[in-house]
C-alpha cells in the first residue's frame, strides 16, 4: 500500500498542470490576434539604377577583353558559310535562269548538243501570258513541240526577282502527264522564254501572237536589243498553231513557214 502512494501525483499538481496549458493558449490567442491586426505592407519593387550606375555597368562590359583568336575563328566561319550559300544560291538561279532562256547556258555543259538553228532558218515563236488557261498553254506545247517551236513569255509571275512562280508554271505546261508530280516526270521538249525585248520589238500587247524568227529565238534577251532579227509578221488569234501558221502564209510568209508546216504535217 505504501508502494502504491508513492505512485499517485502530488496534490495540486493536476491543476497546476491544467492552468499552465490554460496560460500557453492565452498567449498563443493573443499572439495570433496580434498577428491579424499588424498592417502588412505593400510589396515595392527595387529602384531602377540611375544614369550613372547604367553607364558604368555597360563601361565594364565593353572592359571585358576578349580571345582574339576566338573571334578571328568565329568570324572566318561566318564568312565560309555565307560564301557557300552565296554560291549555292547563284549556282541554282543560274540553273533556272538557263532553262528560262534569261541567261546564257555554259559552253562547256552545251559540249556535243545540237547545233544552233541556220540563220536561214525561222522558228516559231508563240507569246503567250500566264494569265492564259494552263489547257491551253499545254495544247499549244504540244503543237509547238511538232513544229519545233519555243514558248515566249513577257515576264514572270511575281516579277524577274521570283524565278519559283514560273519554273512551277512552265512544268505544269510542258508535263506530258498532267497527273505526274515530282523531277522524273517526262517534259515536253519545247524551249519556254522570258523575252520582253521580244514582245517590245514586234509591238505584241494582246495575247496569243504567233512570229517566225530568223535564227535562234532561245538567245538570251540581255544580250540582245531591238536591233537583232526579228519576224515579218505577227499573227494574232486564238486558234491552234496550224491555223496561225496558215494565216502568217498568207500575209506572204509562206517561206518561212514552210519547214514549221511540214513538221506539223508530219505527225
Not at 502530488?10 to 498567449?27: F, I, L, S, T, Y
Not at 498553254?137 to 513577257?154: D, K, N, P, S
Request: with cysteine; net charge positive; glycine share 8%.
Amino acid at each position: 500500500m505504501a508502494g502504491l502512494a508513492q505512485d499517485r501525483p502530488a496534490p495540486g499538481a493536476k491543476a497546476k498542470v491544467q492552468a499552465e496549458g490554460d496560460a500557453a493558449m492565452e498567449r498563443m490567442k493573443r499572439a495570433v490576434s496580434a498577428a491579424k491586426q499588424a498592417p502588412v505592407p505593400d510589396p515595392t519593387l527595387p529602384a531602377p539604377p540611375d544614369d550613372a550606375a547604367k553607364r558604368r555597368a555597360f563601361q565594364g562590359l565593353r572592359g571585358q577583353k576578349a580571345d582574339p583568336a576566338l573571334a578571328k575563328r568565329a568570324e572566318a566561319d561566318v564568312a565560309k558559310a555565307r560564301a557557300a550559300i552565296a554560291a549555292e544560291r547563284e549556282t541554282a538561279s543560274r540553273r533556272i535562269a538557263q532553262a528560262l532562256g534569261l541567261d546564257a547556258p555554259d559552253a562547256r555543259a552545251l559540249a556535243g548538243a545540237a547545233p544552233p538553228p541556220a540563220p536561214s532558218s525561222w522558228v516559231p515563236v508563240l507569246m503567250v501570258s500566264s494569265s492564259m488557261p494552263i489547257a491551253v498553254l499545254r495544247t499549244y506545247a504540244a503543237q509547238l513541240e511538232l513544229a519545233g517551236g519555243v514558248l515566249a513569255f513577257r515576264g514572270m509571275p511575281g516579277g524577274l526577282t521570283k524565278v519559283g512562280p514560273m519554273a512551277k508554271l512552265a512544268a505544269q505546261v510542258l508535263r506530258i502527264d498532267p497527273g505526274c508530280d515530282g523531277p522524273a516526270c517526262a517534259m515536253r521538249n519545247v524551249q519556254v522564254i522570258v523575252d520582253p525585248i521580244l514582245f517590245r520589238q514586234h509591238g505584241v500587247a494582246r495575247v496569243p501572237a504567233l512570229a517566225m524568227i530568223p535564227g535562234d529565238p532561245t538567245q538570251p534577251y540581255c544580250e540582245r536589243d531591238d536591233a537583232s532579227p526579228h519576224s515579218t509578221h505577227v499573227v494574232y488569234g486564238d486558234s491552234a498553231l496550224s491555223g496561225l501558221l496558215e494565216e502568217y502564209a498568207r500575209l506572204g510568209g509562206t517561206k518561212e513557214v514552210r519547214d514549221a508546216q511540214a513538221r506539223l504535217a508530219r505527225r
